[in-house]
């Protein structure tokens, strides 16, 4: 049919018709229309059918509107699934009811051209066929709101319980950091009690050189000690303000960890444990050298100062062409399970059914805390000096720092009376 051989006034049914050929190019108009509007970036990068998306059924409701035919879908459910394909896509609620005008508008200009095809079109039935776009294009339009209403309390609602949960993760965390630094305080307390009490036997009379010499070892060692819990103190802090830089160079991981193991040697043989190193002679990589090594070497020194007995096992390797690895694996007691809780925490590790030691090593050691030391005298020495912890989870968050500064992660595994791994990776290139 054309407007030149019409005689008589067009029905609802040749005006469906008319929308109905006209569907492919509507569709394509609208999206030229949505492409054209600049706060509407995203749409450009739709497929063809992911524009679409379900416009075509709201197109089939309006047909079946205009010719009074049951509806078989819904147009606020099928523009609710609209909506969720939009959120989906990135679309924000203005964006999504702005492309549904420009469908609006697309299809008034289609009734414009037809009554311009067909000027003897009753003016009431292209009143009818308006109104029918309006109301089926609004409640499109309110499935839409109403979906991304529901959307966006239930986004709000799990921003707030992430949110809490994280409240409730930092105080857990600040809570076991607090602990941390009260055994650290408590460790000096028992290293500045060994030194008060072997200052106070040194002046007693009738000491042979023997008994002498050992307190004035113990006087050293204990200052020692406190020397260096003092200075990884410093450390944290400074590592915790953000002042430490990287030096990024190519770096020999393979020499410098090897290196390590062999100067550890003398330590290890003095406390009668076996110490082996097992990696690659020579693994380059891009790193701060400064920074890797005081990683490798406090993890090395805290195994070997912990295991009692048995055998201490530094291993390094290539994983694939990005990261590398090491470790560092004793058969000492284990972490105390206030400090295997903090690096829980913080460090967040895995454990699998593969894990290294056993399935079951998320489980902390329980270990009790030591009571208040007090001034010792004569043999107490000995036992007080056992008993001092020196700084060990100082030490570890010092590593945790220094290995985010690197991009490195760690994995954390302990079992009572079997021992601990701790396994950390890092990029090979620093920047990838």
Not at 105 to 114: G, M, N, P
Not at 250 to 263: I, N, P, Q
Request: glycine share 6%.
């Amino acid at each position: 049919m054309t407007a030149s051989d019409s005689q008589s006034p067009p029905s609802v049914t040749e005006l469906v018709t008319y929308l109905f050929t006209r569907r492919e190019a509507i569709l394509g108009n609208w999206r030229i229309t949505c492409e054209q509007d600049p706060t509407l970036g995203k749409i450009s990068a739709f497929t063809r059918e992911e524009f679409d998306n379900l416009m075509p059924i709201i197109l089939n409701i309006l047909e079946d509107r205009l010719l009074h035919k049951p509806q078989e879908e819904s147009p606020m459910l099928t523009a609710h699934n609209h909506g969720l394909h939009r959120w989906h896509k990135g679309l924000t609620l203005v964006e999504t009811m702005q492309e549904l005008n420009y469908l609006t508008q697309i299809l008034y200009q289609e009734v414009q051209t037809y009554q311009t095809l067909f000027p003897q079109t009753d003016a009431n039935l292209l009143l009818q066929v308006q109104r029918e776009i309006a109301q089926v294009m609004s409640e499109a339009i309110n499935g839409s709101v109403q979906k991304y209403d529901e959307l966006q309390r239930f986004e709000a609602a799990s921003r707030a319980a992430t949110l809490q949960q994280a409240i409730e993760d930092m105080d857990e965390l600040t809570l076991q950091r607090g602990n941390m630094l009260r055994s650290s305080s408590h460790d000096l307390r028992s290293s500045f009690s060994i030194i008060s009490a072997a200052t106070h036997l040194l002046k007693m009379d009738g000491l042979d050189d023997g008994e002498r010499d050992q307190y004035i070892d113990m006087l050293g060692r204990n200052l020692g000690n406190v020397q260096s819990l003092l200075s990884n103190l410093m450390d944290l802090s400074r590592l915790e303000s953000g002042t430490e830089t990287l030096q990024i160079q190519r770096v020999d991981v393979g020499k410098l960890l090897t290196e390590l193991v062999a100067s550890a040697q003398p330590m290890a043989s003095e406390r009668r444990l076996v110490l082996q190193g097992d990696g690659p002679a020579s693994l380059v990589v891009e790193t701060d050298p400064v920074k890797l090594q005081r990683i490798a070497q406090n993890l090395l020194i805290n195994a070997l100062k912990y295991t009692r007995a048995g055998f201490v096992s530094v291993t390094w390797i290539q994983e694939g062409e990005y990261r590398w690895l090491f470790s560092v694996q004793d058969s000492g007691p284990g972490l105390p399970s206030t400090l295997a809780g903090l690096m829980g925490q913080q460090l967040k590790p895995t454990v699998e059914m593969t894990s290294i030691l056993s399935p079951n090593t998320a489980e902390p050691v329980a270990v009790h805390p030591a009571e208040e030391p007090k001034l010792p005298a004569g043999g107490q020495l000995d036992q007080l000096v056992k008993r001092s912890s020196q700084g060990e989870g100082v030490g570890l968050q010092i590593v945790k720092r220094l290995c985010d500064m690197l991009k490195g992660n760690m994995d954390v595994e302990t079992i009572p009376n079997r021992g601990t791994m701790i396994r950390v990776r890092m990029p090979i290139h620093l920047d990838s």
